[in-house]
């Protein structure tokens, strides 16, 4: 009977599948939008103020989380750790991937089911960066770049990732006073980041504040249907 699930889905596992591509199809797409607007019309470093608090800040990232590169780490070179990281993204991605499908094919809760999408979401939203932008794009450093260009930064898999939201809530100066610190600016948030970023971390959020929602037992939501019928 198990086999038979596996194969042949049931319509309830279909339709959560197509409510999960269609998140995922609608975070790619605003974070794709987003990211060649930003490379197509400013220059690197580029910000605008939206509020006091948040702005359009274009920088681009050819690392992991917050600019870490891996050449910072391991000794070996810049391009040689971009190509590894790109390939690592890539494996996660398809763990990620099977995650995702694995949960919908067993009827795993609603949370768990929308949190792995966001991540799944995310991850390609910034892989697409990572591969194929270094092919799309000429470099922005003070000049808009453009897309489609016969002049492009890099190849495949040697693209960086674009980000551009910025929210410095608190940007101050510690008090003199202060021991180590006093008189040096203090800000925070400082990471720049993207929708891609977001929807990760927002996943991610989802399964660490509801955990035992997200990874409830199939039984156990069973009987809470069956005593409410």
Known sequence: MSNNTYFCPSIR???????????????????????????????????????????????????????????????ISDSAGKLVLTIFRLFAIAGIGYWLWDSIRKEASKTLVIAVSLIFAGAIGNIVDSLFYGLLFNDSYNTVATLFT????????????????YFPLIDTTWPEWVPMVGGNSFRFFEPVFNIADTAISTGVGILIVFNKKAFAKKNEEVEETDQNV
């Open 13 to 75: 596992t279909l339709m959560n599948l197509k409510k999960s591509i269609a998140l995922i199809f609608i975070i790619l797409l605003i974070d794709q939008i987003s990211k060649v607007y930003i490379k197509t019309h400013f220059i690197l470093g580029e910000s605008v103020d939206v509020f006091n608090w948040f702005k359009i800040l274009f920088i681009e990232n050819e690392g992991a989380a917050w600019g870490t590169k891996l050449s910072d780490i391991l000794p």
């Open 150 to 165: 016969n002049d492009p930064y890099g190849g495949l898999f040697y693209g960086k990732v674009v980000d551009m939201l």
